[in-house]
Structures are given as structure tokens and as C-alpha cells.
């Protein structure tokens, strides 16, 4: 079965500070996609990085990253000097060959930026 | 750039009344996806459809139906409301890929729905 945990509810952080959500996932196919999406204030939820299963290269983009290992199927986020609008709310989501082009979402972490 | 709208952004209903919450897309998207949000529960998927006509269950299909007779256009139905359908719901779009793979969905401002 297909699950997506973000054990992290709420994370509040001073600005500037670094920041790492957590995502770990469960699928049986070798075959599958990860997601991360961030949902401000406003409701809309914004694409934010997709990866496939056979690139475990990290990526950056600006202050944002991401670690991917699939020896602890974890698909961790990481905001480097965080910013008031940072503040939002952050879903991990997968799919698989199964699901196919259906996702499953964690449960979000809602990050809290202090001026 | 992907746009999705949604009808409303807030709405109110009474218990037994018919919901409908439309959604529409503009970029030529094969699929499209209903989801509910809920405060500790992340989105959970209520429906989706992978052409014209074509519908398939999510994970909550109880209580609610759906409709797609054009290519850009989803409507989700609440046959009769009630006050546990008071949510957020999002609706989404993406291209549908053939065999393997999955392309990011694309999300609408959602409809905040509350059920009296």
C-alpha cells in the first residue's frame, strides 16, 4: 500500500534559520514519483519539485532543496534562511505504478516563520 | 502558465440542499482530480477523471458524484449536503501519462464550502 508520512504537524522557526521538513514514504513499486507542494495562506497550492525514483541526485533551487534517499525512503526538504514568506503549509505527495496518475498525499506541515 | 479556476471561493448550503462546485482548466489537460482538505487528515482524493466522460472513485467517493462532458470542465455534485461535507475542496488538473509515470498536478484557489 501506498502511505506518505509527515511526522512533523508544526514547525516554527526565527527568520533566517534553516528548516528541514520531513517525508517519508511507502510504496512496493520500484517505479515512483515524489512531490512537494506549498500552500500559503491564500489556499492555492503551488507545484514546488518533482522526482522520479531512479534520480537520487539532490537538488537546489535558490534557498530551497531536497534529499533524496531511497535507502530510508525519505524525500526531506530543506528552506536555507528561511523568510516570513516561507510561512505556509508543505505537502509531500507519491505516486506509483500503481496509482498511476492518482497521488497520496501526507498529512502537511505547517511551517510558521517569525519575524 | 496552467490555470485553474474554481466557481467560488467561499460558499454556504443547507443540509439537503444540491451542491455544485465547478472547475474548469485551460491548459488542454486530459486529467482532473477533486480532492477534499481537512485539518490533520491532508487531501484525500473524492474523484477523478482521465477524459470526457470518463470517471473514476478516489478514496471518498460517498455522498458526492461528479460530471465531465467537455474536455475542460469538472463539476463535482453534492447530491444532498450535509453538515459533514463542510470542507475545503480543491480541484486539480494534469496531463495524463500513458504506462509509467506522473506529471505534477496543478491546483485551483479551492472552495470553501460549509454546510448548515
Known amino acids: 500500500a501506498q502511505k506518505v508520512t509527515q511526522a512533523q504537524t508544526e514547525i516554527s522557526v526565527v527568520e533566517k534559520e534553516d528548516v528541514t521538513l520531513d517525508c517519508v514514504y511507502e510504496t512496493r513499486d520500484t517505479t515512483y514519483y515524489l512531490f512537494w507542494y506549498k500552500q500559503p495562506p491564500s489556499g492555492e497550492l503551488v507545484f514546488l519539485i518533482r522526482?522520479?525514483?531512479?534520480?537520487?541526485q539532490n537538488e537546489i533551487s535558490g534557498r530551497y532543496s531536497w534529499n533524496f534517499q531511497k535507502s530510508t525512503s525519505s524525500f526531506n526538504f530543506t528552506i536555507t534562511a528561511s523568510q516570513v514568506v516561507d510561512s505556509a503549509v508543505y505537502f509531500c505527495?507519491?505516486?506509483?505504478?500503481?496509482?498511476?496518475?492518482?497521488?497520496?498525499f501526507g498529512t502537511g506541515t505547517s511551517l510558521t516563520v517569525i519575524p | 502558465d496552467v490555470k485553474v479556476t474554481q466557481s467560488s471561493r467561499y460558499l454556504v448550503k443547507r443540509t439537503g440542499e444540491k451542491v455544485f462546485l465547478e472547475c474548469v482548466q485551460d491548459m488542454d489537460h486530459e486529467n482532473m482530480f477533486w480532492y477534499r482538505q481537512d485539518p490533520g487528515l491532508g487531501l484525500r482524493l473524492i474523484y477523478f477523471?482521465?477524459?470526457?466522460?470518463?470517471?473514476e472513485k478516489g478514496d471518498i467517493p460517498e455522498g458526492y458524484s461528479v460530471s465531465r462532458e467537455k474536455k475542460e470542465r469538472f463539476s463535482l455534485i453534492l447530491e444532498s449536503a450535509s453538515t459533514n461535507q463542510t470542507s475545503m475542496y480543491l480541484c486539480?488538473?494534469?496531463?495524463?501519462?500513458?504506462?509509467?509515470?506522473?506529471?505534477?498536478?496543478?491546483f485551483g484557489p479551492g472552495t470553501r464550502l460549509t454546510v448548515t
Open positions: 486539480a488538473s494534469s496531463l495524463l501519462v500513458g504506462g509509467r509515470g506522473s506529471y505534477e498536478q496543478y
Open positions: 505527495a507519491l505516486s506509483d505504478e500503481n496509482t498511476g496518475n492518482q497521488f497520496y
Open positions: 522526482r522520479n525514483s531512479f534520480d537520487e
Open positions: 477523471s482521465y477524459d470526457v466522460k470518463m470517471k
